[in-house]
């Protein structure tokens, strides 16, 4: 069981919280300009990283706000906990070496 800190009321149950996925994941500039393959990537195509990755929650039974979480998905450490809008905390190390990855359709990230 994981003991989520909140960063508005502190450290609570993971119970009280909802993943809301990969965090950091622009909208596109012109949605309209996109082509149906491009739109079902921004959709659908996450990253599945190893390691340090940054997520969404929501404290869904406390204040309703959300939050963006940097864990382990490996040993499910927590790293950092930060509000939206701030930038990763380790800079978006992992996000970078995602970026060179093909997906298995031959589509560039």
């Not at 119970?15 to 994941?25: C, K, P, S, W």
């Not at 939206?84 to 070496?97: L, S, V």
Request: hydrophobic share 30%; net charge negative; charged share 25%.
């Amino acid at each position: 069981m994981l003991l989520i800190s909140c960063p508005n009321c502190g450290p609570r149950d993971e119970t009280e919280f909802h993943y809301g996925g990969q965090a950091h994941v622009a909208y596109p500039e012109n949605p309209a300009a996109l082509s149906d393959r491009e739109w079902a990537e921004y959709l659908f195509y996450r990253d599945n990283t190893k390691g340090a990755f940054a997520e969404r929650w929501v404290h869904s039974t406390g204040c309703r706000q959300w939050f963006n979480m940097l864990r382990d998905t490996v040993s499910y450490e927590i790293q950092s906990i930060y509000r939206m809008g701030e930038p990763r905390p380790d800079g978006g190390r992992a996000g970078a070496a995602a970026a060179t990855i093909t997906s298995p359709e031959g589509a560039q990230k």
